[in-house]
């Protein structure tokens, strides 16, 4: 018997990083998750890792026609929805100076708009008691160079938690966000030369106050319990960097 036995999960952005990860923890325990990404073949990839208890559907977080169909499927599938992971995003690098009116909307499309009108749209199929989980990010209580924009996306996501929990607070829904610092989730080696990558990775380790970067897994086991376990909290944040947007 596994501790999420009958529980049905979904999980945008789920066919790689944080996603896929929280998507194996889930499933390990008996879930079912509905995962979606953009690209097909990585949602291939990701369903073949998770095998029988996943279902993979092709799903792109800035078309709202995307997010109707999705909101069509889960309920072909599910029914009901015990937990929902909004976690669909794209990172984008710009100084300030540099920053395209493209770009902007690209970040605050897929990392604001997005999640928004999916929980909209999902909201009707949550079950009573039922988690939402956001993913924000520290950027958005740090002023660091060349995220201005990506950093604007994920505050604009922290203040739908507060909106969207009290919101959603009569029909018995929670809404949280967990926030990620420094996490190794490979994207630095598919973005950078390895060498820079490195030393990239290196020094965000020196920098943080535990001197290491984190693991999806970390990251995973904070949404789960935010979707799960976190059942007398709503509209939080909860911050997994190592204490380095804290300390």
């Known amino acids: 018997m596994g501790k999420y036995d009958g529980k049905n999960v979904v999980i945008t952005g789920g066919s790689s990083g944080f996603g896929l990860t929280t998507a194996r923890l889930l499933i390990a325990e008996g879930a079912r998750v509905l995962i979606t990404g953009r690209k097909q073949s990585t949602l291939d990839s990701a369903s073949a890792q998770l095998g029988a208890g996943a279902i ?25 929805v015990d937990a929902l ?16 009116e493209q770009l902007f909307d690209e970040l605050l499309t897929i990392n604001a708009k997005g999640p928004y009108f999916t929980v909209q749209k999902l909201a009707p199929l949550l079950a009573e008691g ?43 829904i929670r809404v949280n966000a967990v926030s990620p610092g420094p996490i190794d989730t490979g994207i630095l080696e598919k973005t950078m030369p390895a060498e820079v990558a490195a030393q990239t990775m290196a020094q965000m380790a020196a920098d943080n106050p535990m001197r290491r970067v984190g693991t999806p897994e970390e990251v995973a086991r ?26």
Do not use: W
Request: glycine share 10%; proline share 3%.
């Open 130 to 172: 039922s988690g939402v989980v956001l993913t924000t990010s520290v950027v958005n209580v740090l002023g660091l160079p060349a995220l201005s924009a990506y950093a604007a996306s994920k505050a604009a996501l922290r203040s739908m938690t507060r909106s969207l929990a009290r919101e959603l607070l009569p029909r018995g």
């Open 85 to 100: 992971f909004a976690n669909a995003g794209v990172t984008g690098f710009a100084p300030f100076e540099e920053t395209s």
């Open 222 to 247: 904070a949404v789960v319990f935010l979707a799960f376990e976190a059942t007398f909290t709503t509209g939080a944040e909860l911050v997994v960097d190592g204490g380095g947007s804290q300390l």
């Open 56 to 80: 993979a559907v092709r799903s792109d977080a800035a078309s709202l026609a995307d997010i109707d169909e999705l909101a069509e499927r889960v309920r072909a599938e599910f029914g009901t």
